[in-house]
Structures are given as C-alpha cells and as structure tokens.
C-alpha cells in the first residue's frame, strides 16, 4: 500500500473515503433510521420512531425530530438502539433529514460524517 506502518492512521482512512469505526457504526444506524421513516424497514423499527410534538408551536420544529423517551438507565440506557438512534437523528442537521430519497440521504449524511471525521 505505500505506508509505513508507522504512520498515523487517520490521513490514510481520509484519503481512502474510509471513516472510523464509530462513524461507520452511526452511518448504519442512520441509515436504517432513515429507511424505517420511510417505510422501508421493518415494522419492529418503525414502531420505535415517533415524530417529537412539541408542546408549544415553535418555529424550529419543522417535523422531522424524534421524540427520545426517557432513559431509565442513565449510564447504559443512552446506547440501546431504541435510544442511541434517536439521539443520533435529532443531532443530524436539519438538510441532511429532509433528503428525499435514500441515495440522497447517504450522499448528504457521508459527506457530514468525512467533515466530521477529517476536517
């Protein structure tokens, strides 16, 4: 490959398009996420996903938030699917949520993810 294998790793992952472990892990979550709103997913993931209905009409609240329940587990809780998948939604910026098919959607969320990532 060219390397040394002492050079840092993360130069090499960036010049390949290839993203940590943790973001590839947060791309498929995210990805399913995304599938599953648009009922391409299967229904015990569906019925996890509800739309966040804030109490008072507020103008940043464009429908596309998930409501996240309550964790009774506040050390372990936060990495359940159930509850991991929501916080990762609701972080995601409000462009990258409203894409309108799926090969827009991992356009968008592997461009998000490599500025995070290397930038």
Not at 35 to 42: D, F, N
Not at 63 to 92: H, M, Q, Y
Request: glycine share 4%; aromatic share 12%; hydrophobic share 45%.
């Amino acid at each position: 490959s060219g390397f040394n294998r002492r050079h840092h790793i993360t130069p090499i992952l960036a010049s390949l398009h290839w993203f940590p472990v943790q973001f590839r892990i947060e791309f498929k979550i995210l990805l399913i996420t995304f599938k599953a709103l648009l009922g391409l997913a299967p229904s015990y993931i569906t019925e996890i996903l509800t739309p966040y209905e804030p109490v008072h009409s507020l103008r940043s609240s464009a429908g596309t938030l998930l409501a996240v329940p309550e964790s009774r587990l506040k050390s372990k809780g936060g990495c359940a699917f159930a509850i991991r998948t929501l916080l990762l939604w609701n972080d995601l910026p409000e462009e990258i949520r409203l894409a309108d098919s799926v090969p827009s959607f991992k356009s968008l969320l592997k461009t998000h993810f490599y500025r995070l990532a290397f930038m």
